[in-house]
């Protein structure tokens, strides 16, 4: 029995039935299993490929069924879509593989009985693929279906983009995205964690954006990179460390990072500060706030102190004290769907039309922290309009007092980095 393949369809049924995230659930079994590296990225292939599919391939599988989805055996519907994703969408894996390892994988997984299942479905799959071809036409719908995504996501995507654009950030969320890291300049250089890389048998090269950023274009398994285990580099996209630079931190500044888990922009902060000044790094949720400390430790950084609070409560609790503020607000994440296989099966549209008003709240505290002359960045790694550009100009209608300095918004499929919005702003 193939174990890589058995790994990925417990590793769909802990993500699509107990709720669990796609990227730890990987993490988890990778690590109990030990498969060999090709074996591990096969695994990784089929895990983010079918809950990438989602519904589509849902869809597929209900056109060699006769009844609902929701009446098969959660266990034997993970083992259908593992198989059914090899068959429509990996062409280098033989059919016949596709189908005869899911039986006996069912065998031990379910029982008897529903490996002769599978192998019923799967079988007539093969057979007759062009059963559950997609329709052509140009609706929503059928964009949605081709393109892996939720009608009501296509639908928002095509409101605020247009048809084509729409289509371009679709075909870009199922292209995976290339590792990028931050090199700690506090502890190492570029240079050196580019030589550690090549030494490591990944291939990567120099951000263009920013001058500590680095591009893997291809690497091994990262719980084995020293470099990153001992903290002379850390995982973060290029247009979240832009964040920082257009903070542009000084040494011994007064930083708030309004909502900081799991740290990524603090540390990036206060290696910009060269270690030298305070940053309070805030969020709500206690057992985030360990994430920040142990990010911090892991980089050498002592300047940083996490914080349980509100992020509405920052101007209350430090009423014109910061030179700059950060605001990485809490977002929908619709910039960074093709990083998290399940995002797009997981948000709803009611979820995002709530946010504007915790954003706007957010904003609007935060303001009230920074000192006259002083620096506000707000920020977040959606590209709706809603929670970016309405969001900053609603704020400067109601506060005279700052002036907007510049925005950018990043789109993947142009600009070749996750989606993320920027806004910088002046206390006068």
Same mark, same amino acid.
């Given at each position: 029995?193939?174990?890589?393949?058995?790994?990925?369809?417990?590793?769909?049924?802990?993500?699509?039935?107990?709720?669990?995230?796609?990227?730890?659930?990987?993490?988890?079994?990778?690590?109990?299993?030990?498969?060999?590296?090709?074996?591990?990225?096969?695994?990784?292939?089929?895990?983010?490929?079918?809950?990438?599919?989602?519904?589509? #391939?849902?869809?597929?599988?209900?056109?060699?069924?006769?009844?609902?989805?929701?009446?098969?055996?959660?266990?034997?519907?993970?083992?259908?879509?593992?198989?059914?994703?090899?068959?429509?969408?990996?062409?280098?894996?033989?059919?016949?593989?596709?189908?005869?390892? =899911?039986?006996?994988? *069912?065998?031990?997984?379910?029982?008897?009985?529903?490996?002769?299942?599978?192998?019923?479905?799967?079988?007539?799959?093969?057979?007759?693929?062009?059963?559950?071809?997609?329709?052509?036409?140009?609706?929503?719908?059928?964009?949605?279906?081709?393109?892996?995504?939720?009608?009501?996501?296509?639908?928002?995507?095509?409101?605020?983009?247009?048809?084509?654009?729409?289509?371009?950030?679709?075909?870009?969320? @199922?292209?995976?995205?290339?590792?990028?890291?931050?090199?700690?300049?506090?502890?190492?250089?570029?240079? $050196?964690?580019? *030589?550690?890389?090549?030494?490591?048998?990944?291939?990567?090269?120099?951000?263009?954006?920013?001058? $500590?950023?680095?591009?893997?274009?291809?690497?091994?398994? #990262?719980?084995?990179?020293?470099?990153?285990?001992?903290?002379?580099?850390?995982?973060?996209?290029?247009?979240?460390?832009?964040?920082?630079?257009?903070?542009?931190?000084? $040494? @011994?500044?007064?930083?708030?990072?309004?909502?900081?888990?799991?740290?990524?922009?603090?540390?990036?902060?206060?290696? #910009?500060?060269?270690?030298?000044?305070?940053?309070?790094?805030?969020?709500?949720?206690?057992?985030?706030?360990?994430?920040?400390?142990?990010?911090?430790?892991?980089?050498?950084?002592?300047?940083?102190?996490?914080?349980?609070?509100?992020?509405?409560?920052?101007?209350?609790?430090?009423?014109?004290? *910061?030179?700059?503020?950060?605001?990485?607000?809490?977002?929908?994440?619709?910039?960074?769907?093709?990083?998290?296989?399940?995002?797009?099966?997981?948000? =709803?549209?009611?979820?995002?039309?709530?946010?504007?008003?915790?954003?706007?709240?957010?904003?609007?505290?935060?303001?009230? *922290?920074?000192?006259?002359?002083?620096?506000?960045?707000?920020?977040?790694?959606?590209?709706?309009?809603? $929670?970016?550009?309405?969001?900053?100009?609603?704020?400067?209608?109601? @506060?005279? @007092?700052?002036?907007?300095?510049?925005?950018?918004?990043?789109?993947?499929?142009?600009?070749?980095?996750?989606?993320?919005?920027?806004?910088?702003?002046?206390?006068?």
């Amino acid at each position: 029995m193939d174990r890589a393949r058995f790994s990925a369809i417990k590793t769909v049924y802990a993500v699509q039935t107990e709720g669990a995230f796609s990227n730890i659930a990987l993490a988890q079994i990778l690590r109990k299993e030990k498969l060999s590296d090709i074996d591990r990225r096969f695994c990784t292939e089929l895990v983010y490929g079918t809950i990438k599919a989602g519904a589509s #391939l849902d869809w597929k599988i209900s056109k060699y069924v006769n009844r609902s989805l929701d009446k098969i055996d959660a266990k034997i519907l993970a083992v259908l879509r593992v198989g059914m994703y090899q068959i429509f969408f990996l062409d280098r894996v033989p059919n016949s593989a596709a189908v005869n390892e =899911s039986v006996e994988i *069912a065998k031990k997984f379910v029982n008897i009985g529903a490996s002769k299942f599978v192998n019923g479905v799967l079988r007539s799959a093969v057979r007759e693929p062009q059963k559950s071809d997609f329709p052509t036409d140009d609706s929503i719908e059928t964009l949605a279906l081709q393109t892996f995504h939720p009608a009501w996501l296509v639908k928002l995507f095509v409101e605020e983009f247009g048809l084509e654009t729409a289509k371009k950030i679709c075909a870009t969320n @199922n292209i995976e995205p290339p590792l990028c890291l931050r090199v700690n300049f506090l502890k190492s250089s570029r240079a $050196e964690i580019l *030589a550690a890389l090549k030494k490591f048998g990944a291939v990567a090269e120099e951000s263009k954006l920013v001058p $500590e950023g680095i591009i893997c274009k291809s690497h091994g398994a #990262l719980d084995t990179f020293k470099p990153l285990k001992i903290g002379l580099c850390q995982v973060q996209d290029e247009s979240s460390m832009l964040a920082a630079r257009w903070l542009n931190p000084a $040494e @011994n500044d007064f930083v708030i990072d309004c909502c900081a888990a799991p740290g990524g922009k603090a540390t990036h902060i206060a290696e #910009l500060m060269k270690n030298r000044g305070r940053i309070i790094a805030a969020d709500i949720f206690e057992m985030k706030l360990q994430h920040i400390k142990e990010n911090a430790a892991r980089l050498g950084i002592k300047i940083i102190e996490p914080v349980l609070l509100d992020a509405r409560e920052i101007g209350k609790k430090f009423f014109n004290q *910061a030179d700059k503020v950060l605001i990485d607000a809490p977002c929908s994440g619709l910039g960074v769907i093709r990083r998290k296989a399940d995002l797009r099966w997981k948000k =709803s549209f009611a979820e995002i039309a709530e946010l504007p008003k915790l954003q706007a709240e957010i904003l609007a505290s935060a303001a009230n *922290a920074v000192k006259r002359g002083g620096t506000l960045i707000y920020s977040t790694c959606t590209i709706i309009r809603r $929670e970016n550009e309405s969001i900053v100009e609603n704020f400067l209608k109601l @506060n005279k @007092n700052f002036k907007i300095v510049d925005t950018k918004k990043f789109l993947p499929h142009i600009d070749g980095t996750d989606g993320f919005f920027i806004a910088k702003l002046v206390r006068s």
